[in-house]
């Protein structure tokens, strides 16, 4: 026993150095690697923590309004054959005069509605509506073959439209509003025409302020007396 210890104490012993050599430069490596990728995924850990974290807030913060308009199965030929996948149409409001759509693809359903939606809210524009319900003008849209007009409406009137164009309506929150589609029923051309037509909307504000004037003025010019317009322009609140 004693002449093995001797052996492997000494330091001429080449397996004994070997072996130590090894197993110390091994040691503090798989520290230090460890230690590393610890540390990389941590703090890439905390950053997609607080990413994931303001995301919630902001859905926590603002509650949209999500219509699938339409679903199309596309597909792609490949060498071995055909790769089929999916195409949505997604529109997304606010319900009080925000909304947007969005067009996403992929290999399932449930991914392309996500890639729809984050498209939809990422193109969201605000339309000046009146008394929070309805249009305050009439307005045309076109887009290719889609034509679409939109109009005014009293109240108890409700959403005049169909397919996609009553998806839009109901995100903005318009409640009361008469329309009319002509040419292609393809709903990508008629969303597009939609919201070209909603572009166009100005609100009697906007235009007193770029004009100089006051909003009873501009309302007195239809004919109505002065309390009239008065009444209307404050009713105005955008």
């Given at each position: 026993m004693a002449d093995?210890?001797?052996?492997?104490a000494q330091p001429g012993a080449p397996a004994a150095v070997e072996g130590g050599e090894q197993t110390e430069g091994r040691g503090p490596g798989r520290g230090r690697g460890r230690g590393g990728d610890r540390n990389r995924g941590e703090r890439g850990g905390r950053g997609r923590r607080d990413?994931?974290?303001g995301n919630r807030d902001e859905e926590q913060g603002e509650e949209l309004i999500e219509k699938l308009v339409h679903i199309n199965r596309v597909s792609k030929t490949v060498k071995g054959g055909k790769r089929f996948g999916f195409a949505a149409l997604v529109v997304v409001g606010d319900g009080k005069g925000r909304a947007g759509f969005g067009h996403g693809k992929a290999r399932e359903v449930?991914?392309?509605i996500s890639k729809a939606t984050a498209s939809a809210k990422k193109a969201m524009v605000r339309v000046p509506l009146k008394e929070?319900?309805?249009l305050h003008h009439d307005g045309k849209g076109h887009f290719g073959a889609g034509?679409?007009?939109?109009?005014?409406?009293p109240a108890g009137?409700?959403?005049?439209a169909g397919g996609p164009m009553r998806a839009v309506f109901e995100s903005l929150g318009v409640a009361d509003v008469v329309t009319k589609s002509n040419g292609t029923s393809n709903p990508y051309n008629m969303i597009r025409a939609t919201f070209e037509a909603l572009g166009e909307q100005v609100s009697p504000k906007a235009?007193?302020?770029r004009r100089?004037?006051?909003?009873a003025d501009l309302l007195r010019r239809g004919g109505a007396s002065a309390e009239v317009a008065q009444a209307d322009a404050e009713a105005i609140a955008e």
């Open positions: 093995e210890n001797d052996i492997q990413d994931r974290r449930p991914e392309a929070g319900r309805t034509k679409v007009t939109v109009r005014s409406a009137t409700g959403i005049i235009v007193a302020q100089g004037k006051k909003v």
